[in-house]
């Protein structure tokens, strides 16, 4: 059965943008808190601006190009655009609609008053709002007209604007352009002072209302909020260049000037105003969104943590608990020695990991402390802990991915702050993104070295950390930090190792090791043993992967994944008969792990990595897949695994009809995997090591007594 | 603190390496960190002659991060040891110096016996498998990228070693330029390869070998993977003609995929497999184990059985003796005429330990020098000492240095010819002032252990010496008349008593009171 034809997969970018939808409904959902559902509101918006910024701008740089390759599920740039374009403008309204019909009213039966027109301020409001005008606005606002001596002035990437039409008093000529951004260093939401019922208002309102006063001896025929956004992928031609860290610094300030891919304007905008942006900046039709409500919504994310709603925001969840067996003054090192430690974030609290690089620095019998940073939190304690470390004369060596999309500038800091407190800085490797979340210790002890090793699917960001579902394993088994010392080998610019003993590495030889995984369950599906996998990544894209678990399945295999966001994996052929299901998880927190389980006969293997099942992941950054071997921590994934798949409240079922429909409760048990994780992570302990493996294949003969 | 961490830098033709080692006497050695990175030395020095600038600029900056490597792990010692692209290049002394400036690494160039020795060593330390190799027999086949070396084993012992000059880079040189295709590779190889083996066979070989054992860059990684899998670690010779079968009927894009090697590393997987192949049917050997072991793990082994923190159960030093007696076998030197020499020479070194501050690496040389004392005979008995001299010069001795094979060259042409004074050898530049005193010391001894047995009659069948003030006093269990040997002794104590100020007499045991003494 050939299953590479282009029909059995869907399109990642609309596959994407029905995660967004998922993300969507959470917000549209009444069950949920009115907080939250506004906070899901601003993902949404927020997830969408990147979308566009990457993957739209991707394929028009390739309708550019005039590119008709085809994608996994056949369909060309062009096509590709054009359903998107039609999905998202149908997403945005139901954005607005979202915000206008259901969560303004909610906002207003919860004493909140939000104005959101400035004509609606009362006099007393609108004489404040004039004088914080006046006060702390004006002053940093920078007004440009244009005429024919003044060129059309940079609109930054996704700025919010207000274009105004004016005219000269003295003179009857045609109108001008002219605009004036929204400080972005202001707070967009601003309060009005306290009354019974909090009130605000945005600021573009307040620039709106005083506009005329930044343009004297003009008339403002009209004046309107827009928004652009550009093409913001870096295209580093990194052959050529010489210092990474210099061209990212020099690119990121090009990023405001890439070419505009998308206009948001107010709905009902002034025709002659709205022609002048468009010709100016060169886009189609289809790129411009009228929108009915303020743009970017993502301050709705900043409105979450307005003072006095904690009522209306989700409570159920509990804030991390610390990781049973640590407590502070823990010697980490003695803890990692009594067994491998499963770390499960945010359930359970990022401490260990910080308290690992922290109590490294600090110890005399550390030799090293190797780390891969991709994301780092603003003051990120880790980070201090290395130049520490550093300082204390350990060799400390950090790989900063400067190429971590939107973190570039942050990115660039750290790295800098590193290398002057001593640290060898790696900035990223040449081709490769370092997507691997892995750190090294070495240390002197009594009788030998040890190393002891944090392996992730989360980055090292301990803020993030709250709300990113991930697992960390802790770990000194000699296997694992032989490997790791070779992984940091290689990221240093050294030869292969002659031998790896458990890690797998992308892009090396990762995704054979899926393949080879995949491959040995449809052959023990095809030669009637038990055949079972389930893995809960982020995306599935990859077209070898997928057609390997088609094959899988159609053999026998049942296959259930967990696949939060874009999957271009169908569920509807008819020949696998339903053996595969897919489910994603929107819920309060992100789900980002990555976990494996494949049966293998009944031996069960379960593993987790920084890798999702993407060809980029696969062949262009550097993942690492590390096994999970240790019985008390294999319960713990079986737990996991069976909470996920039992989920009735934050799982989405992928239809044959390629829609997402939230589980049929009927007769189930009403369960939120998230909530359950919380209840449980104080109570999973890390028990004592039994030394036969659970699914060991030693038979064990009955003792005659015992019969 | 009882672990200790030590370096061994490998500075090859086309790979510089580090491996860091902790070294207990709880947990013997064990490698922690193996850095390797590719650097292209040797198409200089053998184009050239010379290593350029640039490459030794590659090599410091590399050096220096090596060196921050030993810092982090606090190493206490290092050894940083250059082969055949250092030892072949005529700026190489300039070179070092600039090196060790500049990175504070002292490289030192190892001869071919030398590094050759390391590599066995390496492999000695995986002692288990090694020992139980070697009992049934076992060719040891170390492929270079220049040269290869096969040493033998009987019965536990290292007994021939003999270097070919049939490396994996020179052949692939001389297949390219031979201009064929790659399906013509193999019997051209075979046809480079048996034309050398033939001359070694006639000349060195008289058993069968079952075991071979193999040390390279290419075809061990392969051999490592399937060895895992087969039962006690060995793999066998159908194996390896099942993979070079596959090489040759599978296109090289495909093999790399298989294999996981680089597609420019197949040919020399392949020349390294074919010279592997051909060895073994020469040898008659049937099992292949590849230890996996490289220069590193030799050094570092070396190093901890020096500071003796690690005790080898082989004896190493047995190994070069025996390969020295079989060199004297070769050129019909007399077995017990050798013995006796050794006898002696070695009595008289130990009994005079306080005066000539020698150690047990000179006393070595001396056994060895006095195995091969006469070797020169062989071609010209009346051209002895320069024809010895040659000869030792021009014979591989395993685990001895260019050096040390200078002073054993020296030893036996002074044995028979009138010594030259230092001035002498500074105009050739052939020795430097220890190394000259060595040889006027062990010399000296040497000659006084040949005059005992001027005869060549072995009429000394045991020998003690006693050291009385100036007088070094040789007594002599014989029951033969030893009139000559007391008449020419003049000749060898003069020098002897130039060179420590003692004057040595012999002494015949007295028959009669040793069954006094008896009774």
């Known amino acids: ?707 | 603190m009882a672990v200790k961490t030590f370096a061994a830098i490998d500075v090859g033709s086309y790979e510089i390496s580090m491996k860091i080692y902790e070294i207990s006497p709880k947990h013997g050695m064990r490698e922690i960190d193996h850095l390797r990175r590719s650097i292209d030395m040797g198409t200089d020095t053998y184009t050239t002659g010379k290593l350029s600038y640039e490459r030794v600029d590659e090599l410091c900056r590399i050096l220096k991060e090596f060196r921050t490597f030993m810092d982090g792990y606090k190493v206490v010692g290092y050894q940083a040891y250059g082969t055949s692209a250092f030892r072949e290049a005529e700026n190489a002394v300039i070179l070092l110096d600039q090196i060790n400036t500049r990175t504070g690494i002292r490289i030192v160039i190892l001869s071919n016996s030398e590094q050759r020795f390391f590599h066995y060593k390496a492999v000695a330390f995986k002692e288990e498998i090694f020992t139980g190799t070697i009992k049934s027999g076992a060719a040891i086949i170390d492929i270079g990228s220049g040269s290869i070396q096969i040493s033998l084993f009987e019965d536990d012992t290292l007994v021939s070693t003999q270097n070919l000059r049939l490396g994996v880079l020179r052949l692939r040189e001389h297949l390219t330029h031979l201009d064929v295709v790659p399906s013509q590779y193999e019997a051209l190889l075979n046809e480079i390869i048996d034309s050398q083996l033939r001359v070694y066979k006639k000349l060195y070989l008289n058993e069968t070998y079952k075991n071979v054992i193999i040390v390279d860059d290419y075809i061990s990684a392969i051999i490592i993977k399937r060895q895992k899998k087969a039962a006690k670690g060995k793999s066998n010779k159908l194996m390896l003609e099942e993979l070079l079968h596959a090489c040759n009927t599978t296109p090289i894009s495909e093999l790399a995929r298989i294999l996981d090697v680089p597609e420019e590393n197949i040919i020399l997987l392949q020349i390294s497999g074919t010279l592997l192949l051909r060895i073994m049917e020469m040898v008659g050997a049937e099992f292949i184990w590849a230890p996996g072991t490289t220069l590193c793990d030799g050094v570092a082994y070396d190093y901890a059985e020096k500071q003796k923190i690690i005790k080898p159960s082989h004896d190493f030093e047995q190994d070069i003796i025996t390969c020295t007696r079989n060199i004297s076998k070769r050129y019909r030197g007399s077995k017990r005429r050798g013995d006796t020499m050794e006898m002696i020479s070695l009595t008289i070194f130990d009994s005079l330990k306080k005066i000539h501050g020698m150690g047990k690496r000179e006393r070595l040389l001396l056994r060895l020098s006095a195995l091969l004392h006469d070797c020169g005979k062989y071609i010209s008995i009346v051209n002895l000492p320069e024809c010895s001299y040659g000869i030792v010069m021009a014979t591989e001795i395993i685990g001895i240095s260019e050096a040390e094979q200078i002073i054993i060259a020296n030893i036996v042409k002074y044995n028979h010819q009138d010594f030259d004074y230092f001035d002498h050898f500074a105009e050739q530049d052939e020795l430097d002032r220890t190394s000259y005193l060595i040889v006027a010391k062990l010399t000296a001894i040497l000659r006084v252990a040949n005059g005992l047995d001027r005869s060549n009659r072995q009429k000394v069948h045991d020998i003690k010496a006693a050291l009385k003030e100036n007088e070094l006093i040789l007594t002599i269990d014989t029951d033969k008349d030893i009139a000559l040997e007391k008449g020419l002794f003049e000749y060898s104590s003069n020098f002897f008593e130039e060179v420590f100020s003692i004057r040595p007499t012999i002494k015949r045991r007295d028959f009669l009171s040793q069954h006094k003494y008896a009774d």
């Open chain 1, 1 to 707: 059965m050939d299953f590479s034809h282009a029909s059995n997969y869907s399109n990642r970018e609309l596959s994407w943008l029905l995660f967004n939808q998922r993300v969507l409904g959470e917000a549209k959902d009444r069950k949920n808190p009115l907080f939250e559902r506004l906070k899901f509101l601003g993902i949404t918006a927020s997830n969408l601006d990147e979308f566009f910024m990457v993957r739209v701008a991707t394929l028009k740089d390739m309708v550019g190009a005039g590119m008709k390759r085809t994608d996994i599920s056949g369909k060309t740039p062009d096509e590709q655009l054009k359903e998107i374009n039609l999905a998202v403008h149908k997403q945005v309204k139901q954005q607005y609609n979202t915000y206008n019909r259901s969560l303004l009213p909610g906002l207003k039966q919860n004493n909140l008053r939000f104005i959101e027109k400035h004509e609606d301020l009362t006099a007393k409001e609108a004489a404040y709002v004039d004088r914080y005008f006046m006060e702390s606005v004006y002053p940093v606002l920078t007004p440009m007209a244009v005429d024919s001596s003044r060129p059309f002035p940079l609109v930054r990437n996704r700025s919010c604007n207000i274009g105004a039409l004016i005219k000269a008093k003295a003179r009857s000529e045609e109108p001008e352009f002219a605009t004036v951004q929204v400080p972005s260093l202001l707070s967009r939401i601003v309060t009005l002072p306290a009354t019974e019922i909090t009130t605000v208002i945005l600021l573009e309102e307040i620039i709106e209302r005083n506009i005329d006063k930044l343009f004297l001896n003009y008339d403002i025929i009209c004046a309107q909020h827009f928004r652009i956004m550009r093409n913001a992928d870096l295209n580093i031609e990194e052959d050529e260049t010489e210092d990474l860290l210099e061209e990212i610094e020099k690119q990121l300030k090009m990023r405001q000037w890439g070419e505009a891919i998308r206009l948001e304007v107010e709905a009902g905008i002034d025709e002659r105003l709205l022609k002048i942006i468009t010709d100016e900046l060169n886009l189609d039709k289809e790129d411009i969104f009228f929108v009915d409500g303020p743009l970017d919504l993502t301050f709705l994310m900043k409105m979450y943590n307005l003072p006095g709603f904690d009522a209306l925001k989700e409570t159920a969840y509990r804030k991390p608990v610390p990781v049973p067996g640590f407590s502070t003054g823990t010697d980490i090192f003695a803890k990692i020695r009594a067994g491998d430690i499963l770390l499960h974030h945010p359930y359970q609290d990022f401490s260990p990991v910080v308290e690992f690089v922290r109590q490294a620095a600090s110890c005399p019998s550390v030799l090293a402390i190797k780390q891969t940073l991709y994301r780092v939190s603003g003051n990120s304690p880790i980070i201090a802990s290395l130049a520490e470390a550093a300082e204390n004369g350990k060799q400390v060596t950090v790989l900063v991915e400067l190429k971590a999309r939107f973190d570039e500038e942050n990115n660039i800091v750290w790295a800098k702050k590193l290398e002057q407190a001593g640290c060898h800085v790696i900035y990223g490797l040449v081709g490769l993104k370092t997507h691997s979340k892995i750190t090294l210790v070495v240390r002197r002890e009594e009788d030998s070295i040890r190393r002891y090793v944090h392996l992730g699917t989360g980055n090292y960001n301990d803020a993030t950390a709250k709300f990113y579902t991930d697992l960390g394993l802790l770990t000194c088994q000699a296997a694992m930090g032989e490997d790791a010392t070779a992984v940091f080998n290689m990221l240093s610019g050294y030869s292969e190792p002659l031998n790896w003993n458990k890690l797998s590495l992308a892009p090396l030889w990762l995704k054979d090791r899926f393949l080879y995984l995949i491959d040995r369950e449809r052959r023990n599906a095809a030669a009637g043993r038990p055949a079972y996998i389930i893995a809960k990544v982020n995306s599935l894209c990859d077209k070898d992967i997928i057609e390997a678990l088609y094959r899988a399945a159609f053999a026998g295999a049942k296959i259930d994944l967990i696949v939060r966001g874009a999957c271009c994996l169908i569920t509807g052929i008819k020949e696998l008969n339903n053996r595969i299901t897919v489910r994603s998880i929107i819920g309060n927190f992100l789900e980002h792990s990555r976990i494996f389980y494949f049966e293998n006969d009944g031996n069960p293997e379960y593993y987790a990595g920084s890798a999702d099942l993407m060809p980029r992941n696969l062949e262009r950054r550097v993942e690492i897949l590390f096994p999970v071997e240790q019985p008390d921590l294999i319960e713990r994934l079986e737990f996991i695994f069976a909470a996920l798949l039992a989920d009735t409240v934050k799982a989405h079922i992928l239809t044959g009809k390629g829609t997402y429909e939230k589980v049929d409760k009927r007769g189930k048990k009403i369960l939120n995997s998230q909530l359950e994780f919380g209840r449980n992570a104080a109570t999973f302990t890390n028990k004592k090591v039994s030394p036969e493996r659970k699914n060991s294949r030693v038979f064990i003969p009955q003792k005659e007594g015992n019969l």
